[in-house]
């Protein structure tokens, strides 16, 4: 049944539903994040980090906190029926995005001293923000179907549950990054 | 839905992401200065996490159930 046929109460029922499926996803997602960061300390403690460059990982960070706050305010807008504010925030956060991935794998990965064969540390490293990275992509990507949709003009106020989808998604990778970005650029030092 | 309670809406990520920036500068001073600081470091990536799971991830909205479609 497509929802635009449901009433508004049934959509919201059906949304609760919803809502609930995206957040086991998430927290099943989460689960391999978590893995792969216990292996980082499980193998080489706090004492040792990756050599890398600091300010890269600042500035991927704040792209990446910067495009959360986009996605926000991109979701809000569409909540309370500001199509044009939902399209403007959306476009910068899948900007942000792509800037992210082209600061991690673009620069990071092209100016790292080791490639992921060297050893168990950098094999983890590149793990660690490959996987999110594709997280990165994806996000972008169902960024995208979601906007190319509102265009279409397939949500409203009242309906719009896969921009908030969309939306929930963006923050988790965040919410990873957040984890990660200490465990290989701030904790410890590099190897001597 | 009002204009107001949207402009309020907005200000809480505002404030999120004045509180993230915060944070996240004061992470990357201790990891510059003192790199084995492990636990400070953890929990403001706990309290970063904390903070973008409730205002922006909203995960009171999965426990709210039927009743509450509100746009906190």
Redesign the interface.
């Known amino acids: 049944m497509s929802t635009g046929t449901l009433s508004i109460a049934d959509y919201h029922k059906k949304t609760v539903t919803n809502r609930l499926g995206l957040w086991l996803f998430i927290v099943s997602d989460a689960f391999v994040f978590a893995g792969l960061f216990i292996a980082r300390f499980y193998l080489y403690g706090a004492g040792v980090r990756p050599e890398l460059s600091q300010i890269v990982g600042l500035i991927v960070t704040s792209i990446l906190v910067l495009s959360s706050f986009f996605a926000n305010r991109g979701e809000v807008s569409m909540a309370y029926g500001d199509t044009k504010g939902y399209f403007r925030n959306t476009l910068i956060t899948i900007i942000l995005g792509i800037a992210f991935l082209i600061g991690v794998v673009g620069v990071e990965w092209q100016i790292a001293p080791y490639g992921p064969d060297h050893d168990a540390l950098w094999s983890l490293f590149y793990t660690m923000t490959g996987f999110h990275a594709f997280h990165v992509l994806t996000g972008v990507i169902f960024l995208i179907i979601v906007y190319r949709n509102a265009r279409k003009g397939l949500y409203t106020a009242e309906r719009h549950f896969p921009v908030e989808a969309a939306a929930v998604y963006w923050h988790f990778v965040d919410v990873v990054w957040v984890f990660f970005y200490p465990a290989l650029y701030l904790i410890g030092l590099p190897p001597i | 839905?009002n204009?107001e309670?949207?402009t309020m809406?907005?200000q809480v990520?505002?404030t999120?992401?004045i509180l993230?920036?915060a944070l996240?500068i004061g992470?990357?001073f201790?990891?510059?200065f003192a790199?084995?600081w492990?636990a400070p470091?953890?929990a403001?990536?706990l309290l970063?996490?904390f903070y973008?799971?409730r205002?922006?991830?909203?995960?009171g909205?999965?426990f709210a159930?039927?009743e509450a479609?509100e746009?906190s």
Not at chain 2, 55 to 59: C, L, S, T, W
């Open positions: 839905m204009e309670q949207k809406a907005l990520g505002v999120v992401l993230l920036a996240t992470e990357y201790i990891g510059l790199p084995y492990w470091l953890m403001i990536a970063k996490a973008i799971v205002d922006y991830m909203h995960i909205r999965v159930g039927d479609e746009h």
